[in-house]
């Protein structure tokens, strides 16, 4: 893999990492300014939600660095492969169900970064 495509794996990293500090530690005082159209009266009740939400976006973070870590070319391209098609589904989801500015913030990022995964 290119040192593109793995930087930016890592900064897709980094955002799931920002996600579940949002959604496990956050989600009372900076849910409601990232999810406007929900009522904010709506975050208190849904925290344990969130952070079982954010758990999952930990685990893509995980996956993403892991593949940063492998030292054979095509298995550390493949990993990153599966772990972006991820972020990817999960991007497009959310962008369906909760906010569509998730496709923007998630899922754009990683289409760029599965286009550089597969041409560099």
């Given at each position: 893999m290119s040192i593109i495509s793995k930087i930016f794996i890592g900064i897709l990293a980094i955002e799931h990492l920002y996600i579940l500090w949002v959604e496990m530690f956050a989600?009372?005082?900076?849910?409601?300014?990232?999810?406007?159209?929900?009522s904010k009266e709506l975050f208190n009740q849904t925290k344990e939600m969130a952070s079982n939400m954010g758990l999952y976006n930990g685990f893509l973070s995980a996956g993403l660095l892991w593949s940063l870590l492998i030292t054979d070319?095509?298995?550390?391209?493949?990993?990153?492969?599966?772990?972006?098609s991820c972020v990817i589904l999960a991007g497009f989801y959310g962008a369906i169900t909760a906010e569509k500015s998730i496709f923007?913030?998630?899922?754009?990022?990683?289409?760029?970064?599965?286009?550089?995964?597969?041409?560099l």
């Open positions: 989600w009372t005082r900076k849910g409601p300014k990232i999810f406007k159209k929900f070319q095509i298995w550390a391209k493949n990993i990153s492969i599966f772990f972006v923007v913030k998630q899922a754009l990022p990683a289409i760029i970064t599965m286009i550089l995964i597969i041409l």
